[in-house]
């Protein structure tokens, strides 16, 4: 019997409706070969939503989106809207779905493809078989924390105010994120803060430590100091497996991670709740330079539909065979601009689809 999941596909703004194309044909793929039915449902997010309905994700489309299996998400933000009032701002509908939707688990796997390790800033043998997950909390800390805004005092000068802020149950849910999958890859946890200056950091610190003392003892537990763990990364990133933090140090750690595997354009991730659709979007941002001219890498994009394959619709053997047609492409020499390489076959966005569908194989 065929079975039928609901994807909800919001392609934003810049290379996002670009990739998400590719995503689409990667999905309707895996949809014939795998005998499901995949009903698709397409939203404004971002900057062409403030454009379209005044609001960078409308109620509509959150509800809609909030029904669905799984939720594909390109990329927000742009230039045109950088002086658009801060809520109303492009990542703002970005950000109200994760917290909307409390999406506080962020899962962003920094994997070196063999074909890519001459493209990264670091030389090969520091990044060959590099496999590391950041576990980043998303829904809390300063991104969300109260008070918050930018007052006038009474001398007239102003004052930029933002809070960083989590509690007992925000901490111990991503804490067991983390070491629930660690213990699917080498047991190992390096818990990421500011112990050294910040009182939430020292009470992550402890948190982290009791619920691995009681619950996780199988589990390796390091802590390092964010700026630390930032320094490590670039210095011997190999030494890592799972990583651990807050919003804003995953937010930075993350993007320095990215840039061990070559480019920005191979980095998938999911957000996911406790319970219903997860969220999969690419790391990368809109790239508004390239956007509209078939230069975009889809690779990351297509990665993050696997993702979903794996984490939302309960097909773990798909997201594999997704996985491993992204690297064969590689492997058999395409490339899009970001990650070219003497000798390689340079492909337009849907050149890259074209060949990584062409790895997929037919029925
Ligand atoms: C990311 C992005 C977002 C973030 C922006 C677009 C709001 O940088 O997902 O890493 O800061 O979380
Ligand atoms: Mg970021």
Not at 84 to 97: I, N, Q, S, V
Request: hydrophobic share 45%; net charge negative.
């Amino acid at each position: 019997m065929t079975t039928s999941k609901n994807i909800m596909l919001l392609a934003g703004d810049g290379i996002g409706p670009e990739i998400m194309a590719e995503a689409v044909r990667v999905l309707n793929r895996v949809g014939v070969l795998y005998d499901v039915d995949f009903t698709l449902a397409e939203g404004l997010i971002g900057g062409c939503a403030y454009d379209a309905d005044g609001t960078p994700l409308s109620d509509e489309t959150l509800a809609i989106a909030a029904k669905s299996d799984a939720i594909l998400l390109g990329a927000v933000g742009g230039p045109q809207w950088a002086k658009t009032a801060y809520d109303k701002r492009p990542e703002a509908g970005l950000l109200r779905l994760r917290k909307d939707l409390d999406l506080f688990a962020n899962l962003r796997p920094a994997q070196c493809f063999e074909a890519l390790a001459d493209a990264s800033s670091l030389k090969r043998e520091f990044v060959t078989g590099l496999n590391i997950l950041i576990v980043r909390e998303l829904s809390s800390g300063v991104y969300f924390g109260e008070p918050r805004g930018i007052e006038t005092l009474d001398d007239g000068s102003r004052v930029g105010l933002n809070t960083q802020r989590y509690t007992t149950h925000e901490i111990d849910r991503i804490t067991r994120v983390a070491f629930d999958m660690a213990r699917k890859r080498d047991s190992r946890v390096a818990s990421a803060e500011k112990a050294n200056v910040m009182e939430s950091g020292l009470m992550w610190r402890e948190d982290v430590t009791a619920i691995q003392a009681a619950d996780y003892p199988d589990v390796a537990l390091e802590h390092v100091l964010a700026d630390n763990c930032a320094m490590q990364l670039v210095k011997n990133p190999k030494q890592y497996d799972v990583i651990l933090t807050d919003n804003l140090f995953g937010d930075l750690l993350s993007d320095v991670a990215a840039m061990l595997t070559g480019s920005l354009g191979m980095l998938p991730s999911a957000s996911l709740g406790a319970s219903g659709p997860g969220v999969y979007e690419p790391v990368h941002g809109s790239a508004p330079d390239i956007a509209g001219q078939g230069l975009a890498n889809p690779s990351a994009m297509i990665l993050s539909l696997a993702m979903a394959l794996r984490y939302s619709l309960g097909m773990g053997a798909a997201a594999d065979k997704v996985e491993a047609a992204v690297a064969a492409a590689l492997q058999a020499g395409f490339r899009t601009g970001d990650i070219m390489a003497d000798g390689c076959t340079k492909v337009s966005t849907k050149g890259m689809g074209d060949a990584i569908l062409d790895q997929l194989g037919h029925t």
